[in-house]
């Protein structure tokens, strides 16, 4: 998984400040949850086949907590993985539009050959 800059990460954390205040405590909480404790400046490759992968997985807890939510005692993994892989791909279209970049290939992304 690769790791927010401390720009973003910063920024992240003031508006999640800023929607506590707000009363917004739900958003705030999920925030800062999912942004933990540590940025990270070492740049690092990371691909898009990469964060689709760790997409796919975290997916796949989620899916779990489904499984339990319903106290299920079997599951079709082929069925669900349909599901999770459809979401996984959606997931990254929706969230790369919302951040309008879409299309666009990530800095961390490997170079090619020619690049170097």
Excluded: C
Aim: net charge negative; hydrophobic share 40%.
């Amino acid at each position: 998984m690769n790791k927010l800059n401390s720009v973003v990460y910063q920024k992240l954390l003031l508006q999640a400040e800023e929607a506590k205040v707000r009363d917004m405590k739900k958003l705030a909480i999920a925030v800062l949850n999912g942004l933990g404790t540590v940025s990270d400046e070492e740049k690092t490759v990371y691909s898009s086949t990469e964060l689709k992968e760790d997409i796919y997985n975290g997916l796949w807890k989620l899916a779990f907590n489904v499984i339990g939510y319903h106290d299920l005692e079997s599951a079709d993994i082929e069925k669900l993985n349909n599901a999770v892989a459809f979401a996984t791909n959606n997931f990254v279209k929706d969230i790369e539009q919302a951040l309008d970049v879409e299309g666009k290939i990530g800095p961390n992304e490997a170079k090619l050959p020619g690049q170097l």
